[in-house]
């Protein structure tokens, strides 16, 4: 009998993880310059965070020749001046995966010397995490009052749906089905 008390404490602990840090799990790995990674050689870092949207659960990958390079988190005054002497935290594997676990500004730059001050030098804007993509109200049909436009035929033409819908749903029936496997536990 102990055992069974064991084993339902268990896994309704577990439920309950999964449905307060379900959607945080499934965060979105940015690999840094893509294909180039972290390097001094044509990639416009500043240019590629612009292009992406960072927030609380995701990951950033730097991968670069840990003999020539490093990653060295910075503050901001040290980012702006390109200087490493006082990091907030250094990477030198080769292959760094940073999770970002606070929402506002991060500043990354290559710890070795001129490297920073030639571009190697990354500052992104993590937001708080959500609970998925909110998508704007698809409007209805505008209908006249007009007397004179009563019987006119209404207008064919309708709205695609946003495509930030289906990943809303998507994140709604998650949390629906991570709140009712938890309702089912008790």
Known sequence: MALIKNNVFFFTSLLILVALFGVAVGGTVHKVGDTKGWTMAGVDYQDWASSRT????DSLVFTYNKDFHDVTEVTHNDFELCESSKPLKRYKTGSDSISLTK???QHFI???PGHCNMGQKLLIHVLPASLGPVAAPV????????PSLANAPQSQHQMAPSPLQSGA???ASWIGFS??????AF
């Not at 960072?54 to 659960?57: E, K």
């Not at 409007?139 to 007009?146: T, Y």
């Open 54 to 57: 960072f927030q609380v659960g």
């Open 103 to 105: 929402p506002g500004l």
């Open 110 to 112: 290559c710890g070795v």
């Open 139 to 146: 409007p209805g049909p505008v209908r006249s009052q007009s």
């Open 169 to 171: 749903s998507k994140s």
């Open 179 to 184: 709140l009712l496997a938890l309702i089912l």
